[in-house]
């Protein structure tokens, strides 16, 4: 947070969705409480908190990178150094990828709640502003992603800084930026697991309610943008953490209804050409229920996934390959080399080997958290039904009959199905610590990934903004 108090004092200024990873940022010297005069700074504001989330130091690169490398599915070559010694929990307090996470989530926040205090001033001017209702319903449009986004920088931190929910809700949780940015200088405490997952519903809760009421009058974004989709999503993912199957069940299906696309029975998208193709191109895709978009103009270059992959020679872990049956078409989207078998999801494009779109929530996602909801309940038939919409990519499995037909080993065939399906999309970190597997790799063997937490950066700590460590955290790092 120590790094975000500038914008106390200056307001940025970028149009439209910008996904730049440039090290330097355009801003205007306006103080913030002057910096929300018009639906058009809104906006700006809105598309600044974009900015943060889709910078290679959050969901850009650095959270899908750690969610892989960490979990024990890919690893850093020892060549280059990218990420190496962090798939192998060679970390500390200084850690520069680790304070990277902090600093850019609590940009997003910050960013964020600057924004909707911003977009508060400008409706209560409404009047003297002679807004329209397209304005208002335009300005609650913003509000309610910014709340999304929010929701959605609170969710990554809390899993790479504190303990999983299942641990406790006691455990110590995120300082909670609510009603008021934090400013320079000031000293915050951390709040409770607990305290922090129920601020991230109020937050999805404040997003739903802004956009029903924006939707009335103007179009819903697209799946680039924190929509409906989206939010529905992250709400399914939170609920799945907190053990409250029911509602998360019930925001999946809210998720997949509104794509508008079935994934029961044969008529389910995409094709598995369409699968395959959808990774080198910059559209939206059958999957995309929120994709963070890159351009070619971002000229991303080595802060890129696709250069982790490529040229730093990040690869696939040796342990999940036997996971691949042999007509498993995603077993295409990996690739033999001399440095081990690289993911080719991040590929890039025809004319930009360094451009891929970043997907956050798709919804294959969303028919995994179905299905694992239905096995937990013992609901069999439903739970094939819908693992049956990723698990028929390995052509092997041809009916829903076919897939495990208990409760246990259901869970079992979900959780690797998640590897399948999501590798060098950094969910395995997250996905393990909820689903209390232990994790293997060539470096380290039955790792209780559940026990282990990242600590909070030595920077933050020795600046004394927020000084409450996570003690004790290398003492559960893997032997």
Known sequence: ????????????????????????????????????????????????????????????????????????????????????????????????????????????????????????????????????????????????????????????????????????RENLGLPLVKDKPIEAFEKIDRSTVGATYDFILEDISSAEALMDEALQEVDAPSAFYMGPMGIASLKARVYMDMANYTEAKKAALEALELKGLSVLGAETVPSDDNYLSMWSSLAITQEDLFTIPKYEADNLSANSLNTLYGSYYGTVANTILPLFGDDDIRANLLENTNKGVRPKKFDGIATSAATSNIPVFRRSEMALIVAEVEARDNNITEAQKYLFYTAKRNKAITAPEQLPSTSANLLTFISEERIREFFAEGHRFYDARRMGDLVSSEYYKDFDIAKFVFPIPADEINAGACTQQNEGWNNNLPE
């Open 1 to 168: 947070m120590k790094k975000i108090y500038k914008i106390a004092l200056l307001f940025i200024l970028i149009l439209g969705v910008s996904s730049c990873d440039f090290e330097t940022e355009n801003y205007q010297d306006i103080p913030t409480t002057d910096a929300y005069k018009s639906v058009q700074d809104v906006q700006n504001g809105m598309n600044g908190a974009y900015y943060a989330l889709g910078s290679y130091r959050f969901c850009g690169n650095y959270t899908l990178a750690f969610g892989d490398m960490s979990g024990g599915i890919c690893k850093g070559n020892a060549g280059s150094g990218h990420f190496y010694n962090i798939g192998r929990y060679v970390v500390s307090e200084t850690t520069a990828e680790i304070e990277d996470v902090w600093d850019y989530g609590f940009k997003i926040i910050d960013r964020s709640t600057r924004t909707i205090i911003g977009a508060k001033s400008v409706l209560g001017n409404a009047s003297a502003l002679h807004l329209s209702d397209e304005d208002v319903a335009n300005i609650d449009l913003y509000m309610a992603q910014c709340h999304a986004l929010r929701a959605l920088a609170n969710y990554y931190l809390v899993n790479f800084f504190s303990y999983p929910y299942s641990a406790g």
